[in-house]
């Protein structure tokens, strides 16, 4: 069994500091409006925010690329010292290294295939006012487009009855994305846009998929305008521009092909491996 040890406050705060560290080291230009929106700065001792039951938010971000996370995590420590919690793949946790980072980090995990715990635990969080972040779409859109979204992120905001916090992210996948591996020079000041959007609290009864669509919408419309206000001017074609703005990356009609094509890639590996019972998301 790998060693997974317990959250732990001053672990968390050493990946802070290391990210700050690596900002600094590439003059990374982060830029972020809607600042107001982001939960205030709560009084109290200690180094960090400590979770206050009916206090949780659910931060739903925008997924272009490896390093959005990050992003957003150094944005709501600088403002309001506070850890954020992520949904993690089990993939990610099983690995030997990231997975004991995972673990005293206080992330949730997502199993292969049966997402109940993840999502009971997640409520949980929420309910105790810890910060929760969510990819929505699932994974990493190769047209920088906002996919289809999942409807998780608003059932556990609403069954928690906390706030949904919108969180539209520009310009991180130009560092490390799909596709395109880290290079230093093109991640000496990049900049970053980033748009926090208002937040919104859903009724128990909400029409989730309704919802979930309006969540889409929004992020989209923060993505258009932190690309409307991006300091740098591409040439036609460039791969990390979406094919609307006349750049390289699919379209959204070839996204959902290549899309497609994963998934029934993933299921036959899936279905390659005995004893292990599917459970559909």
């Known amino acids: 069994m790998p060693w997974r040890p317990p959250p732990n ?10 990210g700050q560290f690596l900002r600094w080291a590439f003059r990374l230009d982060i830029v972020a409006t809607g600042l107001e929106h982001l939960p205030a700065k709560e009084p109290g001792a200690g180094p960090s925010r400590q979770a206050s039951p009916g206090k949780g938010a659910v931060f739903a971000v925008t997924h272009f690329g490896y390093v959005d996370f990050a992003v957003v995590e150094l944005l709501l420590w600088r403002h309001t010292r506070a850890k954020l919690r992520f949904l993690v793949h089990q993939g990610a946790a099983d690995h030997w290294l990231a997975g004991p980072a995972i673990s005293a980090s206080g992330h949730v995990v997502v199993g292969y295939t049966d997402r ?3 999502y009971d635990a997640a409520v ?25 979204c999942r409807t998780g992120a608003v059932r556990m905001a609403a069954e928690a009855g906390v706030p949904v916090i919108p969180v539209s ?8 994305t799909r596709g395109h591996g880290f290079s230093p020079r093109r ?3 990049a900049p970053v846009r980033l748009e926090v959007g208002e937040p919104i609290v859903f009724p128990r009864d909400v029409d989730v998929e309704e919802a979930t669509e309006w969540l889409r919408r929004t992020l ?3 993505i258009d ?5 991006f300091p740098l001017r591409p ?25 497609a094509a994963d998934a029934a890639a993933g299921r036959r590996r899936r279905s390659r491996q005995p004893g292990k019972r599917q459970v559909s998301p």
Do not use: N
Request: glycine share 10%.
């Open 9 to 18: 406050d001053r672990f968390y705060r050493v990946i802070v500091r290391t």
């Open 169 to 176: 992210v520009w310009g991180a996948h130009r560092v490390l």
């Open 220 to 222: 989209q419309a923060g």
């Open 187 to 189: 991640s000496w000041r």
């Open 225 to 229: 305008r932190c690309t409307a206000s």
């Open 124 to 148: 949980a969080k929420l309910q105790a006012g810890e910060y929760l972040a969510v990819f929505p779409e699932a994974g990493v859109s190769r047209s920088f487009t906002v996919r289809e």
């Open 116 to 118: 109940s715990d993840a």
């Open 235 to 259: 040439e036609p074609g460039t791969w990390w521009m979406p094919a609307h703005l006349g750049g390289g990356a699919p379209s959204d009609a070839e996204r959902q092909l290549l899309d």
